[in-house]
């Protein structure tokens, strides 16, 4: 199974893009990466997810490098409350989610 | 549309007593998801149902724990007899298939005594 890399934590200023990078060199071609991020105690909470194209929804974007070894979650416009722990997750063909450590992300007023 | 539930929200119990959690997924799903979650360890896959039938427990940590899915609305984890080292958020998850989003319910917090 693919793994993940991300950095362990990461600042952002409120009302700036937070960039949250991710590498999973040993994807696979049919390997979806999937971001959930958890805050505080709750259960995690999908965010995107994408395959080989960049996606967008009204959270955040998504931008796979085309090798598909790393990917970017994209929050356009940080606010206090996306103040978490972002995962980056590689999604094996039958499903299986593998929580690495995430991203704990803070973003500062 | 009400997302995953699980219950209690909380649980505090003494060691060696049994434990009950319990969920329900979203309707409609057909794949159910259960982690553990402590600060050691992260967030644990420790089985998946796929309709109704165990597809992988190889997360189960030992035979003092066992889920059941009986119908395609319920799912239970049981712990018996409890340790303090089971302490930890359990938390449950479905999806509608096979790579698909997995949405998690709110947990259940287990203090074992």
């Known amino acids: 199974d693919a793994k993940t890399t991300q950095p362990p934590s990461m600042d952002c200023a409120e009302g700036r893009a937070a960039n949250l990078p991710c590498n999973h060199s040993t994807i696979s071609g049919n390997e979806y990466v999937y971001w959930y991020r958890q805050i505080h105690s709750q259960g995690p909470q999908y965010i995107i997810h994408g395959l080989k194209n960049n996606e967008t929804n009204e959270m955040a974007s998504l931008i796979i490098t085309e090798d598909r070894k790393s990917s970017t979650l994209i929050l356009p416009h940080a606010t206090l409350r996306d103040t978490a722990v972002y995962y980056c997750i590689v999604v094996n063909s039958w499903g299986k989610f593998q929580f690495g450590a995430g991203t704990q992300v803070v973003v500062t007023p | 549309d009400a997302g995953v539930i699980q219950s209690p929200r909380h649980e505090v119990t003494e060691m060696g007593q049994e434990v009950t959690l319990r969920c329900k997924p979203i309707?409609?799903?057909?794949?159910l998801f259960w982690y553990r979650q402590t600060m050691m360890r992260g967030l644990e896959l420790l089985i998946y149902f796929n309709n109704n039938v165990p597809i992988d427990d190889s997360g189960m940590p030992e035979d003092r724990f066992s889920a059941k899915m009986p119908n395609a609305s319920f799912s239970t984890l049981k712990i018996q007899p409890s340790e303090p080292r089971d302490s930890a958020v359990y938390f449950c998850?479905?999806?509608?298939?096979?790579?698909?989003?997995?949405?998690f319910g709110p947990g259940t917090r287990l203090l074992v005594l």
């Open positions: 998850a479905s999806s509608s298939g096979q790579q698909e989003t997995q949405y």
């Open positions: 309707s409609g799903h057909n794949s």
